[in-house]
């Protein structure tokens, strides 16, 4: 009869003894979990940090190259917005009646050894009254922005340059003019203006559209205000949209182009174009009205911890 309370009492006995040792084990479990997660917080901000330096150190790169390809343009023009012998020698051609003589195919062959060298697409030549007097390759159409520009350039008889538009050939260009003074002092006159006629897609582009390390999202991509719009001015990687065409709003918070176009500069997180978060680098281009953008889709970036996490 005594059996029964001896078996509960040995189970309640033995009942305390084991909650210390669940609670250790709770304890333990707890613990690692904890440093688990807490290594795997530090390894996702190493890796966004990781992600990020590339960001910057990709984007003021290219940022350089632009700048110094830009310089290297204006360089060009102002060989011709002084007073030369090539503008002398324009000069003269013109007030002997433009005749094909040797002074126009001694012209003809300067502006050819410049676009066989220089990679420009074409070289105009305009008088006083904005009119094409000689063009390499011929004939080049010309638009009322193109004479807009020239005439800017004789007006302030300052080397200028045109912003990426869609050209009268209906692609992608930018204008670089030189207007050329002979003459000293109170006899110093604008005698025409050479027209550097850039295409975009044979440096500019492809520097923006490169990236130099193996990424499936990555991009760059440059901005400008157009109004209230962001308006994309290169072929953007994740979009079939030819460059100019593909705008978004100014005031899409997220968006890292509006918010590099509203002034911010340096790393930011937000969505893109397609509304994918991502990871980027603003900056803005010197002398221009470009804001640059370097960014990465955020997935991508922590894709290779988060396969571990789930192995």
């Given at each position: 009869?005594?059996?029964?309370?001896?078996?509960?009492?040995?189970?309640?006995?033995?009942?305390?003894?084991?909650?210390?040792?669940?609670?250790?084990?709770?304890?333990?479990?707890?613990?690692?979990?904890?440093a688990a997660y807490l290594a795997f917080d530090a390894q996702q901000r190493d890796i966004r940090t990781h992600a990020e330096?590339?960001?910057?150190?990709?984007?003021?790169?290219?940022?350089?190259?632009?700048?110094?390809?830009?310089?290297?343009?204006?360089?060009?023009?102002?060989?011709?917005?002084?007073?030369?012998?090539?503008?002398?020698?324009?000069?003269?051609?013109?007030r002997h009646g433009a005749k094909d003589d040797d002074d126009r195919r001694l012209m003809q062959s300067r502006m050819d050894?410049?676009?066989?060298?220089?990679?420009?697409?074409?070289?105009?030549?305009?008088?006083?009254?904005?009119q094409v007097r000689l063009s390499m390759p011929e004939p080049v159409n010309v638009d009322d922005r193109d004479r807009q520009?020239?005439?800017?350039?004789?007006?302030?008889?300052?080397?200028?340059?045109?912003?990426?538009?869609?050209?009268?050939?209906?692609?992608?260009?930018?204008?670089?003019?030189?207007?050329?003074?002979?003459?000293?002092?109170?006899?110093?006159?604008?005698?025409?203006?050479?027209?550097?006629?850039?295409?975009?897609?044979?440096?500019?582009?492809?520097?923006?559209?490169?990236?130099?390390?193996?990424?499936?999202?990555?991009?760059?991509?440059?901005?400008?205000?157009?109004?209230?719009?962001?308006?994309?001015?290169?072929?953007?990687?994740?979009?079939?949209?030819?460059?100019?065409?593909?705008?978004?709003?100014?005031?899409?918070?997220?968006?890292?182009?509006?918010?590099?176009?509203?002034?911010?500069?340096?790393?930011?997180?937000?969505?893109?174009?397609?509304?994918?978060?991502?990871?980027?680098?603003?900056?803005?281009?010197?002398?221009?009205?470009?804001?640059?953008?370097?960014?990465?889709?955020?997935?991508?970036?922590?894709?290779?911890?988060?396969?571990?996490?789930?192995?």
């Open positions: 009869m005594t059996q029964p309370d001896t078996v509960a009492t040995d189970n309640e006995m033995s009942l305390p003894s084991l909650r210390p040792l669940a609670f250790l084990f709770g304890l333990a479990a707890l613990i690692i979990f904890a330096q590339n960001l910057a150190n990709i984007a003021i790169l290219k940022a350089g190259q632009i700048r110094l390809w830009l310089k290297e343009r204006r360089d060009d023009a102002a060989v011709f917005s002084d007073r030369t012998p090539f503008a002398e020698r324009f000069d003269n051609w013109l050894i410049i676009l066989n060298t220089q990679n420009y697409q074409a070289l105009l030549l305009f008088d006083p009254q904005g520009l020239v005439f800017d350039a004789m007006r302030t008889q300052q080397v200028r340059i045109d912003d990426i538009h869609i050209s009268a050939a209906h692609q992608p260009a930018m204008g670089l003019v030189a207007p050329m003074l002979v003459g000293e002092g109170k006899d110093s006159r604008v005698v025409g203006v050479l027209y550097f006629r850039i295409d975009p897609t044979r440096f500019l582009y492809p520097l923006i559209e490169s990236w130099p390390i193996e990424s499936q999202t990555a991009e760059t991509l440059l901005a400008r205000r157009d109004g209230d719009e962001v308006l994309f001015l290169n072929r953007l990687r994740h979009f079939n949209a030819a460059p100019l065409s593909f705008r978004a709003p100014l005031a899409a918070l997220e968006l890292p182009a509006a918010q590099g176009l509203r002034g911010k500069t340096g790393f930011t997180s937000g969505k893109d174009y397609r509304g994918e978060n991502v990871v980027g680098y603003l900056l803005h281009i010197p002398e221009t009205d470009w804001a640059m953008v370097a960014k990465i889709d955020e997935a991508e970036i922590y894709a290779p911890i988060r396969r571990l996490a789930f192995w």
